[in-house]
């Protein structure tokens, strides 16, 4: 499963979360799509090292994508770096070298 599509599904994740919040239940649909979600794409253990393993392959993904491509896709790729870095810093104090 490539970054983007497991960001695509912790972003779907979340909006089913945010409408079952909102309506102060989890009705049967949203249920089931954040159970089969959790069965794709099963959270990230929260320790150090796999946030700082997490934050450092989608930072090198998108110098990848930076230098492999032209345009729009340059430019977002320096905007994710960018934000990717800003989160690797405040975390763990440095910047990906």
Known sequence: MTTLEVELLAMV????CD????????????????????EVRPPI???PAAVADYLDGAIRKWRTRRAG????????????IDALQSVRS??????LP
Do not use: M, W
């Open 69 to 80: 491509g032209f345009g729009a896709e340059q430019v977002q790729a320096i905007h994710y």
């Open 45 to 47: 253990p929260f320790t």
């Open 13 to 16: 994740e979340r909006l089913a």
């Open 19 to 38: 409408v079952a919040d909102r309506s102060g239940k989890v009705d049967a649909p949203a249920r089931d799509l954040i159970a089969r979600l959790r």
């Open 90 to 95: 405040s975390i763990f104090g440095e910047a």
